[in-house]
Each structure stands twice: as structure tokens, then as C-alpha cells.
């Protein structure tokens, strides 16, 4: 059974870098052929598509996030991870990893505030 699980900081000040780490079990995040994506869900707001890292490490992004917005992987832990620089509380949100588009994690709310 695949399971994801997100884990960071619950609460980030305003202007700092925001990093949350998916870590997968049941499958492994190189193996052919799913796309491993961050989505967000704004309090108010429908959900947002952020990046997604595929099976072989290619990256693609929101273009209206792109400039702020990194996802790299750790194959040996079976990780991959988003980084959101120069957060405001706009950004504040419940946080998903998500494998194609059926598995999600929990999900990990996340509060900008200073």
C-alpha cells in the first residue's frame, strides 16, 4: 500500500523559506512512472497545483509560483521535498504530497504569521 506523509513547520514567519518533506513507503519515487506533486489548499480557496518532481527527476512548476518554488528528491530516503522562498501569509494553506493524482497524504497545515 502506498502511503505519503508530509512533515515541516507548522508556522513560518513572513519572508522566510518554507520547506515541507514527503515521505513515501510502499513504492519507491523513482520507480517508472508517476509524477509526485505538492498541491495546496488556500483557507477560502480551491485547491493549487504547485510542482511535481516526475519518476526521473524532471521538475515542473506553477508558472505563477515558479519563481519562488523548488521540489527536489532523495531517492535513498525516498523523499522528495518542496521549498517556497519569500513566503507571505497568502501562503498560508493545508499542504499535500500527492503520487499522480489518486494518493495523497494527509496533508500538513502550514500558517505564515509573524
Given at each position: 500500500?502506498?502511503?505519503?506523509?508530509?512533515s515541516?513547520?507548522?508556522?513560518?514567519?513572513?519572508s522566510?523559506?518554507?520547506s515541507?518533506?514527503?515521505?513515501v513507503?510502499?513504492?519507491?519515487?523513482?520507480?517508472?512512472?508517476?509524477?509526485?506533486?505538492?498541491?495546496?489548499?488556500?483557507?477560502?480557496?480551491?485547491?493549487?497545483?504547485?510542482?511535481?518532481?516526475?519518476?526521473?527527476?524532471s521538475?515542473?512548476?506553477?508558472?505563477?509560483?515558479?519563481?519562488?518554488?523548488s521540489?527536489f528528491?532523495?531517492?535513498?530516503?525516498?523523499?522528495?521535498?518542496?521549498?517556497?522562498?519569500s513566503?507571505?501569509?497568502?501562503?498560508?494553506?493545508?499542504?499535500?504530497?500527492?503520487?499522480?493524482?489518486?494518493?495523497?497524504?494527509?496533508?500538513?497545515?502550514?500558517t505564515?504569521?509573524?
Amino acid at each position: 500500500q502506498v502511503q505519503l506523509q508530509e512533515s515541516g513547520p507548522g508556522l513560518v514567519k513572513p519572508s522566510q523559506t518554507l520547506s515541507l518533506t514527503c515521505t513515501v513507503s510502499g513504492t519507491s519515487i523513482d520507480a517508472y512512472y508517476y509524477s509526485w506533486s505538492w498541491i495546496r489548499l488556500p483557507p477560502g480557496k480551491g485547491l493549487e497545483w504547485m510542482g511535481a518532481i516526475t519518476y526521473s527527476g524532471s521538475t515542473y512548476y506553477n508558472p505563477s509560483l515558479k519563481t519562488r518554488t523548488s521540489i527536489f528528491r532523495d531517492t535513498a530516503q525516498n523523499q522528495f521535498t518542496l521549498q517556497l522562498t519569500s513566503v507571505t501569509p497568502e501562503d498560508t494553506a493545508v499542504y499535500y504530497c500527492v503520487r499522480g493524482i489518486s494518493v495523497w497524504g494527509q496533508g500538513t497545515q502550514v500558517t505564515v504569521s509573524s
